[in-house]
């Protein structure tokens, strides 16, 4: 299984209620992809700080990695993914991403 986190820094103007749109039509991709599992994001709930400013996170399992590859190959992810950019601090330095093999 793998495991793609997606950490992310949005501008401070950007809306919960625009945050929260994007991460469900980002979750509705699973309906195109057999592979993926299971797709979890929130603002973060650390007690730590650590955040480093990036104050949202996704979290999505795929099966394999083919299934990781066929979402980032989907035109819908492009295009969303294009959205989170647009939306993150910086662009993409507003963005951390990795990937975790599980198992």
Not at 42 to 47: A, D, T
């Given at each position: 299984m793998i495991r793609h986190i997606v950490l992310v820094n949005f501008k401070p103007d950007t809306s919960e209620k625009t945050i929260q749109n994007l991460f469900d039509r980002l979750a509705a991709l699973?309906?195109?992809?057999?592979?993926?599992?299971?797709?979890?994001a929130?603002?973060?709930?650390?007690?730590e700080g650590l955040e480093q400013g990036f104050r949202h996170g996704?979290?999505?399992?795929?099966?394999d990695e083919a299934a990781r590859?066929?979402?980032l190959a989907l035109p819908d992810h492009k295009a969303l993914g294009a959205e989170l950019v647009s939306l993150a601090e910086g662009g993409i330095k507003g963005l951390l991403v990795f990937d975790l093999k599980i198992g």
């Open positions: 699973r309906d195109q992809l057999p592979g993926m599992r299971d797709f979890d929130s603002p973060s709930i650390s007690p996704i979290c999505i399992d795929f099966v590859d066929a979402y």
